[in-house]
């Protein structure tokens, strides 16, 4: 996979004829587009878009501009590692290379079913090793929870359509357990984690473990990513570019997969 990613890079600036070929396969886009509808946490800014002008011009062609203003952290985006852990990085000091890299996927659905505030454990991830061999190094891992059906239903989605602090203790969506993290970061070499719920940290976390244990490792986290029911257990590539938020502690995420032809 890392040989075909590199492979694609050369083709894409040397030979485009090339790259046409090497680009066999399928784009999956992992991002939920950017609306009045997207869901934020519930004591943070909205998105909000405004018409500086859209029309014809008095000179007779046609032109539009329009504002926009919102949390770093919400919609499809990523949590920095200084978000949650002082001196780690912040959005536009992180490698871009940390943002690309080989995508596996472990798929909790079913237990989510059962429990909205369930968590991702360690015996999950073994049991997903158990079947595709052990997490390589320096791949980015995904987390399908099946949230990603529920957007943009806030009240499904979140536990809860309510807005402010008091809206906070009402959150129910799934994460990743803390000992899952502690895992992660001590015994998988990942350069990134992410999943389709509006935190790393279940719905009822108050203290935020896994984002501290994560941050603590300069380990960022993608959150609300989108459809990635569409994705296998393994086998594709994940690029996922942020805003260059300079001190941003989080940004605007467009994450994409691509899975190559057999």
């Known amino acids: 996979m890392k040989k075909l990613f590199l492979l694609v890079l050369i083709a894409s600036i040397s030979f485009p004829v ?9 784009w999956i886009d992992l991002t939920h587009e ?6 934020y946490w519930p004591t943070a800014e909205s998105y909000k878009k405004t018409t500086v002008f859209e029309g014809h011009t008095d000179a007779g062609f046609y032109y539009t501009a329009y504002n926009f203003s919102a949390a770093e952290h919400g ?3 990523v949590d920095a590692p200084i978000h949650f852990s002082e001196g780690r990085k912040t959005v536009d000091q992180m490698p871009i290379e940390q943002f ?8 909790i659905t079913e237990k989510v079913k059962k429990n909205r505030n369930y968590q991702l454990s360690v015996q999950d991830i073994i049991d997903w090793e158990s079947k595709h061999g052990v997490i390589e190094k320096n791949s980015i891992l995904l987390i399908d929870t099946g949230s990603s059906k529920l957007w943009p239903n806030r009240e499904k989605y979140m536990g809860t359509d309510e807005r402010g602090p008091e809206a906070i203790k009402k959150l129910k969506f799934p994460g990743i357990h803390p000992d899952a993290a502690k895992f992660l970061s001590a015994k998988r070499s990942i350069k990134a984690v ?3 719920s509006p935190s790393i940290d279940f719905g009822g976390s108050t203290l935020f473990e896994t984002h501290q244990i994560l941050f603590e490792k300069n380990i960022p986290g993608f959150e609300n990513v989108a459809n990635l029911d569409k994705l ?9 570019l942020p805003m260059k938020i300079k001190g941003g502690s989080g ?3 467009r994450i994409v997969a691509f899975i190559p032809a057999e």
Not at 100 to 107: D, E, F, K, N, S
């Open 18 to 26: 090339m790259a046409d070929n090497v680009f066999k396969g399928r």
């Open 34 to 39: 950017f609306s009045e509808e997207t869901i």
């Open 75 to 77: 919609g499809t985006h």
């Open 100 to 107: 690309i890299g080989a995508g596996v996927l472990i798929r």
């Open 194 to 196: 992410g999943l389709d």
């Open 232 to 240: 296998p257990s393994k086998g594709f590539m994940v690029v996922a």
């Open 251 to 253: 940004a605007p995420l």
